[in-house]
């Protein structure tokens, strides 16, 4: 969007430099020129110093806007387009997923198939842009995209939605809404597979359970005549999984630690997820589950 003042969105700067939205977004944050603040993209003072300014709307709320000869920046015109990305560099656009949560997202999307020879490229995938790979070390398959699958609206809703980001609208609307004010968020959440969650944590592992194809139940009675429930069961080892947040309420912590004392007494299996494990559950729950001879 450009106005008398000269000034372009970094969303009009992307169509102006005609590359991805996301690349644009991340290249700035690697740049140091903007910062995510909670929900919303504030500028850094190296940022202001490149002309990088707030502008005010009743749709958008507040956003940042750059003039337009920025795309002679030199730093800006060295962006490259063409460059094909993988699983892994991805993850440069969604932090909170390393290469294995994307390429299970990618899977469950249907856009590539996991076999005993790695990542295979499916029809869907194809049709996106992506290419078969193989490692020329190990002989491994894998899948590459072109930079524009991050702007997908199906793809980027999903990566969104499970690395626990900011909402943002289809790719050829105007302004991303991550600048104006968020909507409140609501009781419940829910995870791909349906499951109505109580808090982010929750979401969180319940997606990852989902994406490991991993059969599991929420909140699962505990084999006890008290009304305990676990917030997870995997029939698969009879392993129950609960989740404790940073802060947990005096109204429920004590359910928790009667619940961590069934575990122990009963000698039932079971994994514990803090939040500090949010962004490192393939090392939480990949090796907890090993434990009880489930594989993922």
């Not at 000269?6 to 991805?20: E, F, N, R, V, W």
């Not at 193989?134 to 995209?145: D, F, K, L, M, Q």
């Amino acid at each position: 969007m450009s106005a008398a003042d000269g000034k372009l969105s970094t969303t009009a700067l992307a169509k102006q430099l005609d590359i991805p939205v996301q690349q644009l977004f991340a290249t700035l944050k690697d740049y140091g020129w903007i910062n995510r603040v909670g929900e919303a993209w504030v500028l850094t003072p190296k940022g202001e110093f490149e002309g990088g300014t707030y502008r005010k709307s009743q749709r958008y709320g507040s956003y940042i806007v750059w003039p337009e000869h920025l795309d002679q920046h030199p730093l800006i015109a060295a962006i490259e387009s063409n460059q094909r990305i993988s699983a892994a560099s991805m993850s440069r656009y969604y932090p909170r997923l390393d290469a294995r949560q994307i390429n299970r997202a990618l899977a469950e999307l249907g856009l590539q198939n996991h076999s005993i020879l790695g990542w295979e490229l499916t029809e869907r995938g194809r049709a996106l842009g992506g290419q078969q790979e193989e490692s020329r070390n190990s002989g491994a398959y894998y899948t590459t995209w072109p930079h524009e699958v991050v702007d997908d609206p199906v793809v980027h809703r999903e990566l969104t939605r499970q690395s626990d980001q900011v909402d943002l609208p289809p790719a050829g609307e105007s302004e991303p809404d991550l600048f104006g004010e968020q909507p409140q968020q609501a009781t419940f959440l829910q995870g791909l597979d349906g499951h109505q969650l109580q808090t982010s944590l929750q979401t969180r592992v319940c997606n990852w359970l989902y994406l490991a194809q991993l059969a599991h139940a929420h909140r699962r009675a505990l084999p006890v005549e008290e009304s305990l429930y676990a917030d997870f069961y995997l029939p698969a080892g009879s392993v129950y999984v609960d989740c404790w947040e940073d802060e947990v309420p005096a109204s429920a912590l004590s359910q928790k630690l009667a619940k961590r004392e069934v575990y122990h007494d009963l000698k039932l299996h079971y994994i514990e997820v803090n939040g500090a494990d949010a962004d490192r559950l393939d090392d939480v729950l990949g090796r907890g589950l090993l434990r009880f001879g489930i594989r993922c």
